[in-house]
Every structure is written in structure tokens, then in C-alpha cells.
């Protein structure tokens, strides 16, 4: 990834990013257990408290672990695709059992039955993550908006606009990586009988590929709203919005 620096007000993100305790350790965003190794360079962290920071290292294990079985439509370790994800589940009997009780199958369909709390949480964290990190603001409370789902269970219209990149209206907090990353584009207007010509300079903010088929995420932060979007695995996606 590129290195970029915050030159946003760094009073906006003192404290820990999750619960404004001391931040006296850092985070990577996202986890290092949603990557594979080796690991992208310059991956984003954000200040945290010790607390915060294990506090979801048990969910985060989780999730991947319901990730990667759900794909491979097994918790058997051999059966895994992701190296890391093996490993954990080789060394976590009671987690791959915890998993493993919660398959079904039906008529050939095997689907798992995911712990929606410890799901949410661990997408909520990433979103907080890179609100902080990519526009250098803190969103503590509670969302306005939170949906996260296979991405396959989006319509085909709702699926575009996911997918898209973001054309930038307003720009958002001044020095956050946010706006350092936006690009310009320029396209022609024509009239109508295409006597005049006018061209017009648009901001486009897109995705950012964190590691190929495994991660990428959006930051929005455009006329009143924030906007976080991730994709895991090319499988399962998350939205989430903050109104400020
Ligand atoms: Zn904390």
C-alpha cells in the first residue's frame, strides 16, 4: 500500500480509536489474521488501549475461521485454503467445534449458522479503523446504517453501486489520507448539438486493494455522511454509515 502521512488534525484522533481510553498500543487495520503472508507493506494502524485491542482478537478469530470454512464448506484444518486459517483451526479444537456445531446441510447445501453479534462486532472494528486511519476522524458511537452479508445476496443494482468508485462531491477533513488519495479526472461535456464543449474536473475516490482477493475497503466522507465499505475474500461484505 502506499505510504501516506496524516496531516489532519491529529487532536481529532487522540486516544484510543474504539473507546478514547489511552492509546498506548497499535492496531492494524485490518487485522494481520485477514491478510496472508507476506504481508502488504505499510499496512495502516491506529492508536489503541491494550484492552480493546485483545478484546476482539477472540472475534477476530472467529470470523475468519467462519470465513474460511463457509468457502471451503468444511472446518476440517486439511480442507482450508488459507494457510494462517488452518494453522488457527489445528490449534483451536474447541473453536473448530464451535463452528462445526453450527453447519447444517440440506439437500447437498452446506451453510453455516454465523454468531451475528461477534460478526458485527468485528466489521464494526475494521470500519472504525479505517474511518480513523483514511479520514482521520473518530467514530465511536454507534452507526446510522450497518449491513454485512455475502456479498452475492446484494441485488444486481445495489451490487453496482457497492462496487463503484465514489465520485467525491465535498472534500472532506483537509490533510486526512482520505483526500491525498482522491484523483482528478477530467471529462468533455457536450451540448446537445455538440457545438459546445465544456470539460469538467471530477473527483473520483475508489477502492483500495489491500491485498489481492482477500481484502479491500472504500472510506466516503462526502457531504454529511461517512462511508465505510469492505469485501473479504471476494465473499462477504460489509456497509457502514456514520451521518456527522
Ligand atoms: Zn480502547
Known amino acids: 500500500m502506499d505510504q501516506l502521512n496524516n496531516y489532519a488534525d491529529s487532536r481529532l484522533l487522540r486516544g484510543c480509536i474504539y473507546c478514547a481510553g489511552p492509546a498506548d498500543t497499535r492496531d492494524h487495520v485490518p487485522s494481520k489474521c485477514l491478510l496472508e503472508r507476506p504481508y502488504?507493506?505499510?499496512?495502516?494502524?491506529?492508536?489503541?488501549?491494550?484492552?480493546?485491542?485483545?478484546?476482539?482478537?477472540?472475534?477476530?478469530?472467529?470470523?475468519?475461521?467462519?470465513?474460511?470454512?463457509?468457502?471451503?464448506?468444511?472446518?476440517?484444518?486439511?480442507?482450508?485454503?488459507?494457510?494462517?486459517?488452518?494453522?488457527?483451526?489445528?490449534?483451536?479444537?474447541?473453536?473448530?467445534?464451535?463452528?462445526?456445531?453450527?453447519?447444517?446441510?440440506v439437500d447437498g447445501q452446506i451453510a453455516f449458522a454465523p454468531e451475528s453479534e461477534r460478526v458485527s462486532n468485528v466489521m464494526l472494528k475494521l470500519a472504525r479503523g479505517h474511518a480513523a486511519f483514511e479520514l482521520s476522524l473518530p467514530c465511536r458511537t454507534e452507526p446510522d446504517h450497518f449491513w454485512c452479508g455475502p456479498l452475492s445476496l446484494l441485488p444486481e443494482e445495489s451490487r453496482e453501486a457497492f462496487d463503484s468508485v465514489h465520485f467525491q462531491q465535498m472534500l472532506g477533513e483537509i490533510g486526512s489520507r482520505n483526500i491525498q488519495r482522491l484523483f482528478v479526472t477530467q471529462i468533455t461535456l457536450h451540448s446537445e448539438n455538440d457545438e459546445q464543449q465544456q470539460n469538467v474536473g471530477i473527483l473520483i475516490n475508489d477502492w483500495i486493494d489491500v491485498q489481492e482477493d482477500l481484502y479491500r475497503y472504500q472510506a466516503i466522507d462526502d457531504v454529511g455522511v461517512l462511508i465505510i465499505r469492505i469485501v473479504i475474500a471476494e465473499y462477504f461484505a460489509c456497509e457502514v454509515a456514520w451521518e456527522v
Open 40 to 105: 502488504p507493506p505499510n499496512l495502516p494502524v491506529v492508536g489503541c488501549c491494550e484492552s480493546c485491542n485483545q478484546g476482539f482478537s477472540k472475534d477476530e478469530q472467529y470470523f475468519v475461521c467462519l470465513i474460511e470454512s463457509v468457502l471451503c464448506g468444511s472446518t476440517d484444518p486439511e480442507k482450508i485454503g488459507r494457510p494462517s486459517v488452518a494453522k488457527i483451526m489445528k490449534n483451536s479444537p474447541a473453536l473448530r467445534e464451535r463452528i462445526e456445531a453450527s453447519r447444517t446441510e
